[in-house]
């Protein structure tokens, strides 16, 4: 009973966790702080729900048990800080930390999580710190989680995420929504938040889930509120445009017992058409805003492809190469490389796509990337050298950190293996 208890309560801190340390952090005007008070919320239910029962509402009761504690600690510093003549300088400092309306009305977010990711922007981090600190605070991600999104070893994730929040307090960077003016230089790092947090929905990197769906819905959240907060920017719409596409796909990516589905695989008439029509107005307003296509963008024209569709065989494989040639350019990556190579295999013929993962296996980044065998394992499959694939699909299989996805490549390869079995290469 306790350990069901405790999956529920893991299950609703999941949830609960980014929407309560925003709050909070618009309370105690200090990140850190507020993970702090989270925390002590979440030991609160573990200590009192195996014994009293899960709440009815319990979301709303970690969010009063920690506000509680926040309003207690907020009277504790006040208490520390009393003095005689206290009183003259605490109504000046209520009067300097009162409303300012004319301030209010620049105010354009109105959402606490999205205040959250651009007080975790800050310019006075730098970006890979801002970009860990929010996955952590706002997208509720494991350390682990992070150095595996990262492609980076857990020391240097948690590194990250404790000097971000360090620095932040150092720096007393107030918790508050930055002018328009200050709002571009920030938004690369936003940009690479919100999408890192959706493609951690969209394809789990550890855990018995392959899809965390509450995950993609918050960056979509956040990020069509950015575009309806910056409309004249392209690559604000070219992301929109990417997630709602990719999203569409999300009931079609799991079978009846939340097995891994894959692209090509995929039942197209549970894709989410609604989802799909909004993505592709959004790369529309995207494109027709002009300029060179950026790296969202070019993503949605590729994710776009494979929506225009009617069948997996009708995908203008020649065209997503194209795409990835042009997003080589501006973005080059290994792991664009290896997406391109992909492309390169379905577009060309697997020999072309293996000779360009072939070039990717000294790269020191995929060294512990499951996709790089895996692909490889893929290409060899349709190759018929079926002793080379289940060597690939097995190594694979053991550098992933999701379960499900874990069984899908070990099943690729047993069948590969019974094809040797059987004669084959």
Sequence with gaps: MAADTHRVIETVWRMEAPRLIAS???IVRDVGTAEELAQDALVAALEQWPESGVPDKPGAWLMGTAKHRAFDLLRRRKRLDRKHEELGRELEIQQAAAPDLDAGLDDHIGDDMLRLVFTACHPVLPTEARVALTLRVLGGLSTEEIARAFLIGVPTAAQRIVRAKRTLAEARVPYEVPSRDELPARLASVLEVIYLIFNEGYAATAGEDWVRPG???DALRLGRILAGLLPAESEVHGLVALMEIQASRLRARTGPDGQPVLLLDQDRGRWDHLLISRGLAALDRAERLGGALGTYTLQAEIAACHARAPTAGDTDWERIATLYDALAQIAPSPVVELNRAVAVGMAF?????????DALRAEPSLRSYHLLPSVRG?????????????????RAAGLTQNARERALLVERAAVCARRVQLGGA
């Design 215 to 217: 995950l993609c819905e």
């Design 349 to 357: 013929g697997p020999a072309a796509g293996l000779e360009l993962v």
């Design 378 to 394: 893929d290409l060899l499959r349709k190759l018929g050298r079926f002793a080379e694939a289940s060597a690939e699909f097995e």
């Design 24 to 26: 909070l952090a618009r």
